[in-house]
């Protein structure tokens, strides 16, 4: 990656093999960027469309959470669903809400939690 001058402003540019040039918005720059360190680290990444449909499997491996335990959430509408069939499929975007919902209330619980700890003493 490099940048050219523009109006006194560095843009952002992807520079190929053979010096092929491609200007790009800044936030695709740092996207790119943080891909880039991870992958570095020998973290895997995935790009995945939001309007992507998940079996139920993956979207269990995402959440970090058994299939049965999955099945469970969707038959309680936590997340919607579609079925293709007799198979359910979770659009990711659906799955990042509801992953994002459940992430905030965690952290909300371990605050409070910390919270009493502190006030009972428990905590220092």
């Given amino acids: 990656m490099g940048s050219v001058l523009k109006n006194d402003q560095c843009i952002p540019q992807l520079v190929g093999?053979?010096?092929e040039e491609i200007r790009l918005p800044r936030s695709v720059f740092y996207?790119?960027?943080?891909?880039?360190?991870?992958?570095?680290?020998?973290?895997?990444i995935t790009i995945v469309p939001v309007d992507k449909e998940l079996t139920t499997q993956q979207a269990a491996d995402i959440l970090n959470v058994s299939r049965p335990y999955l099945i469970k959430l969707l038959e309680n509408k936590k997340i919607p669903f579609v079925k293709a069939g007799s198979h359910r499929r979770i659009r990711f975007?659906?799955?990042m809400d509801y992953k994002k919902k459940r992430d905030t209330?965690?952290?909300?619980?371990?605050?409070?939690?910390?919270?009493?700890?502190?006030?009972?003493?428990?905590?220092?």
């Fill in 17 to 19: 093999p053979h010096n």
């Fill in 31 to 44: 996207i790119l960027r943080q891909i880039v360190f991870h992958m570095m680290q020998g973290k895997a």
């Fill in 105 to 124: 209330e965690r952290a909300q619980g371990l605050t409070k939690l910390t919270q009493i700890s502190q006030e009972y003493g428990l905590y220092e």
């Fill in 93 to 95: 975007s659906d799955l």
